[in-house]
């Protein structure tokens, strides 16, 4: 089945850590992006990419990095800099004019 | 600019109750609404969406949602309320534009009591 698959399902970082995210997608879609979800904050946009080796800053990209080497794929790294990281992580990509399939997420916890 | 508002924060509903969650849109030119669920620990699943065509829109789980252009919403709907409803909404809404990106609310929370 088609379907966006995100691991680790629980993640922890050290103080000081760069961690990286994986989404993978067998959906065929162009777009992708990654969202960050706090307590009461609903979905806030870190990065979004339209096209293999394009992406775009979101509304909270400061401290996040992606890449987008294959359609297919679109790694979030957490760096160092990112200085409150403790969220859940949601990856979705989708097609022109449809909605967004969601992957199950991403639990950060900085230790 | 595009947004999504969600006017409660949470919504409490007995079972077999009809329920109502709430929706209001602003955007330039024709919509594209959607309703999608959250389930804890769990990614977003798609429940129902309105591009054209008929205002009531029926969607996964007994749920629907009534377009209203002259209200600019899109409340969702189901007229008897499992406890298996208790869940996070969201509403979101997308504008045909270059970036196409979906734009959310920040969600309500929705809780059945048994």
């Known amino acids: 089945d088609g379907g966006i698959t995100q691991s680790p399902k629980y993640l922890f970082r050290k103080e000081g850590q760069n961690v990286t995210l994986s989404c993978e997608q067998n959906?065929?879609?162009?777009?992708m992006y990654w969202y960050r979800q706090d307590p009461g904050q609903g979905l806030r946009l870190i990065y979004y990419?339209?096209?293999?080796?394009?992406?775009q800053k979101g509304d909270i990209a400061e401290g996040y990095s992606v890449s987008r080497e294959k359609k297919e794929s679109f790694p979030l790294t957490v760096t160092s800099a990112q200085k409150n990281p403790t969220a859940f992580y949601l990856c979705a990509s989708s097609t022109p004019g449809r909605g967004y399939t969601f992957g199950s997420g991403t639990r950060l916890t900085v230790v | 600019a595009q947004s999504v508002a969600q006017p409660e924060d949470q919504v409490n509903v007995a079972e077999g109750n009809p329920l109502t969650v709430k929706c209001t849109y602003s955007v330039s030119g024709n919509p594209y609404l959607f309703w999608y669920v959250q389930y804890p620990n769990r990614g977003l699943q798609f429940l129902l969406k309105y591009i054209t065509g008929d205002n009531l829109v029926k969607g996964s789980y007994g749920f629907e949602a009534e377009f209203n252009k002259s209200q600019t919403s899109f409340h969702l709907k189901k007229p008897s309320a499992l406890v298996s409803d208790s869940a996070l909404y969201f509403c979101a809404v997308r504008a045909v534009r270059r970036d196409d990106k979906i734009i959310f609310g920040k969600g309500t929370r929705l809780h059945i009591l048994p």
């Open positions: 990419s339209q096209i293999v080796n394009d992406f």
């Open positions: 959906l065929n879609h162009d777009a």
